[in-house]
Structures are given as structure tokens and as C-alpha cells.
């Protein structure tokens, strides 16, 4: 037997203990209030020959010898049967949780898709089920965001720093380099660098998005909007796009730093995929219950049935034509959507684009 099944079986044996304590202390007292009356109970009895008119006069109707006696043997009988009542209250209690240590350690030894799942009645264990449901839940994401991190940055880092191991080569190799020539490869290099870094720093906002939120804080979108396109404008304006901001107050609740990184996606999205000289429209509003953000932008033809393989990491339909693009937005898009537990829709514009809808609930789910 081991230390965890000994551990559960004290812990039954003095649950049972304290519930057979419990009864026969009511057992008891149940006798004394019961003996204290029926001691002083006199019966009326026949003092001669029975007849119509004999009075009868009172005596003692059970013995305070016979009343000790019948207590007493209560009371031997009434040990057993507290001991078994509070044996059998204290295993049908724990039950319960037994199924839930039992299935935390199918969990724990690396099953993070299967849940406790407890159902009625709704009692503390039931809250305790959900709770660790929840945990699972954040582990099971944070473990699979952990494993796509991985698989991501080693796949993605291979072929730039490759490129890098090969343009080092090269000019290491040549005898007749000059200062000029290993400038311009210094400056290559760098270049790769700064694509090395901005594309681990994706990764990593991708990685926490999919690992879920920690903090819930109340802010409205219309803030964090106006920030990203403060920062924003220089770019649009050096390329042509058009912002239109038609912004009014839209309060929600969830993580200030993975809804900031869900607009400024979308949002260099809209102008990266964009026509010279195209635009883009930025909505917040509140919509019922829900906080609601809409990035609208022109754009090529996009076919409807790719829509959703463009919220895939490093899915894109063609090249973007500032060349810095990830392939890593609207798949940080849709993690942050689904960790605030927020509804996505995406629909193709006849005349070229997209519309992305993001609505948050107002207050926290």
C-alpha cells in the first residue's frame, strides 16, 4: 500500500471517527432525554379486585435498574452502528474526491486534454473540479504554446540563419576583399539580424497569446487604437495609405499588452496589404453587451475560401510588397481573439480587401 493510499485511508478513518463521534453523542443524548422522563412516569395500577369503582392508586411504572441496564446495552449496540454509519458517510464524502485525484494524475502524467468534467450537485468539490479544470486548461495552452514556439522558431530560423552562416562564408573565403566589399557584407548581415529579431519577437507575442490571459484590466479600445495610430501615421503617410479613424468610447476587460498587439497587427496589416494610395478605416464602438473594433482596408481581390488559412502562422496569399512582412499578424490576431474569449469575423470586400471584426465582451467571462 503506499504513502498516498494510507494518507487517504487516515484521512477516511478520522472522518469516520469524527461522524461516529458525532452520532453517538446524539445517541446519548437522545437516551438521557428520553430516561430522565420515563423515570419519573408513574402508571396507575389496580390496588385489589378489579371493579367499576376501585381507585387505583399510582406506583413506579419501570425500575431505574431496568432503565440503566436498556441504556447501557444501547449504548454497546449503538458503537458499532456509529462506527459503520460514519465509515460509509465518510467514503460516499470523499468519493468525489477520489475521481478527482485519481484523474489529476492521469493529467498530470501528460494527458492535458482530458477534464475533470464534474456535473451535479454543485458543491464545493464541484467548484474545486472547475477550478482545476481551469488550471489544466492554462497549462494544457501555456504547454502547447511552449511546443509551437519551438517548432516555429526552429523551422522559421533555419533558412535566414543559413543565409547568414553562407554570406559570412563567402566573404570570409575571398582573399581579394577589400573594406568596401566587407561593409556592404556587414550591413547584409545586419539586415538578416533585424529580420532574425523582429521574427522571434513575433513568435513571442504569438507564444503569449496563445498561452492565454493572465490579467483582466478594464480599458477602452478607443485609447489603445489611437495610440498604435500615432505611431502609425508616418508609415501610411510614406506609402500612400489613407487612415480614417472614426473612434467612440468602447470599454472591455482583458490584457492592455495582448489587445494593444491584436490592433497594431491589424492595423499594419491593413496598410502592408494595401494599393498605392489606398486606405484604411479603423472602427470602435459598443454594440450591446460587446466592445467592437473594425479595421477595414482596400487591397487586392482576396478569394473567400482563403480567408482562413491567412490566420495560420507564416500562411500568406502573395509577398507583401514592402517585403517585411512575417506571415505571424492575423495569426496573433486570432490567439489574443480566442484567449479574451472574443468573437472574429472576416469577410472578403468585393472590391478588394478585408474587414476584420474583433468583439470583446464588456466585462470579464
Wanted: aromatic share 4%.
Amino acid at each position: 500500500m503506499t504513502s498516498q493510499q494510507l494518507a487517504r485511508r487516515s484521512l477516511q478513518t478520522r472522518l469516520a471517527l469524527a461522524y461516529a463521534a458525532g452520532i453517538y453523542a446524539a445517541g446519548t443524548f437522545v437516551l438521557i432525554f428520553v430516561d430522565v422522563p420515563l423515570a419519573s412516569i408513574q402508571q396507575a395500577r389496580p390496588k385489589g379486585p378489579s371493579s367499576s369503582g376501585t381507585i387505583a392508586e399510582t406506583g413506579p411504572g419501570i425500575s431505574l435498574p431496568q432503565l440503566l441496564t436498556g441504556s447501557a446495552v444501547a449504548l454497546v449496540i449503538l458503537i458499532p452502528v456509529a462506527l459503520a454509519l460514519g465509515w460509509y458517510v465518510a467514503g460516499r464524502f470523499l468519493q468525489p474526491l477520489r475521481a478527482i485525484t485519481t484523474t489529476a494524475r492521469v493529467i498530470s502524467a501528460g494527458n492535458l486534454h482530458r477534464r475533470l468534467d464534474l456535473g451535479e450537485p454543485a458543491d464545493e468539490l464541484t467548484e474545486l473540479g472547475h477550478t482545476l479544470d481551469d488550471l489544466f486548461a492554462r497549462l494544457q495552452a501555456s504547454f502547447d504554446a511552449q511546443r509551437h514556439f519551438v517548432a516555429n522558431a526552429s523551422h522559421e530560423l533555419r533558412t535566414p540563419l543559413a543565409g547568414l552562416r553562407t554570406l559570412l562564408e563567402v566573404a570570409l573565403a575571398d582573399p581579394e576583399a577589400d573594406a568596401e566589399t566587407l561593409r556592404s557584407v556587414c550591413q547584409e548581415a545586419l539586415a538578416l539580424g533585424e529580420h532574425q529579431e523582429r521574427l522571434v519577437q513575433a513568435l513571442l507575442a504569438l507564444a503569449t497569446s496563445e498561452r492565454g490571459v493572465t490579467r483582466w484590466d478594464t480599458l477602452d479600445l478607443t485609447q489603445l487604437v489611437a495610440g498604435v495610430l500615432a505611431s502609425r501615421r508616418d508609415q501610411a503617410t510614406e506609402t500612400g495609405i489613407d487612415l480614417a479613424e472614426h473612434l467612440t468610447p468602447a470599454v472591455t476587460a482583458g490584457d492592455p499588452r495582448l489587445i494593444e498587439s491584436l490592433v497594431a497587427n491589424l492595423i499594419d496589416n491593413a496598410i502592408r496589404h494595401n494599393h498605392p494610395d489606398g486606405h484604411v478605416e479603423i472602427t470602435t464602438r459598443t454594440s450591446g453587451t460587446e466592445a467592437t473594433l473594425t479595421v477595414t482596408n482596400s487591397g487586392p481581390v482576396i478569394p473567400g475560401d482563403q480567408i482562413q488559412r491567412l490566420f495560420l502562422p507564416f500562411q500568406k496569399l502573395a509577398p507583401d510588397r514592402h517585403g517585411n512582412g512575417l506571415g505571424l499578424g492575423l495569426a496573433i490576431v486570432d490567439a489574443v481573439t480566442q484567449a479574451h474569449h472574443a468573437t472574429l469575423t472576416t469577410s472578403a470586400r468585393h472590391e478588394g480587401g478585408l474587414s476584420i471584426t474583433v468583439r470583446f465582451r464588456r466585462n470579464h467571462p
